[in-house]
Nanobody, 120 residues
Framework: QVQLVESGGGLVQAGGSLRLSCAAS????????MGWYRQAPGKQRELVAR???????ILADSVQGRFTISGHSALNTVYLQMNSLKPEDTAVYYCNGVIRTTPWLSRDYWGQGTQVTVSS
């Protein structure tokens, strides 16, 4: 089994910063990619940022220049640094991992989510 555990969410005023962390544990053989998604009430879950094992990153247009994704220890831990937060960033943020547990099995795993609330 693989577990993804997020931390770092909370309440912050507009213009402030938060850093989310996601740690993978369990039967992890290797990690192909890790990402952060978010889901606001009444909206679909959307990709915020993603980092692959070769260090390539993708950021949603809405967070370009404000958010940064980084990884540590072969992506076993990933971070989402969120600066200049806006009320529209308010959502539950989910960590996602494309994780290989055996040489022939790789699949998606999700964390439980962490709430980020930005007040105006």
């Amino acid at each position: 089994q693989v577990q993804l555990v997020e931390s770092g969410g909370g309440l912050v005023q507009a213009g402030g910063s938060l850093r989310l962390s996601c740690a993978a544990s369990g039967s992890v053989s290797s990690i192909n990619a890790m990402g952060w998604y978010r889901q606001a009430p009444g909206k679909q879950r959307e990709l915020v940022a993603r980092i692959t094992s070769d260090g390539s990153t993708i950021l949603a247009d809405s967070v370009q220049g404000r958010f940064t994704i980084s990884g540590h220890s072969a992506l076993n831990t990933v971070y989402l640094q969120m600066n200049s937060l806006k009320p529209e960033d308010t959502a539950v943020y989910y960590c996602n991992g494309v994780i290989r547990t055996t040489p022939w099995l790789s699949r998606d795993y999700w964390g439980q989510g962490t709430q980020v609330t930005v007040s105006s």
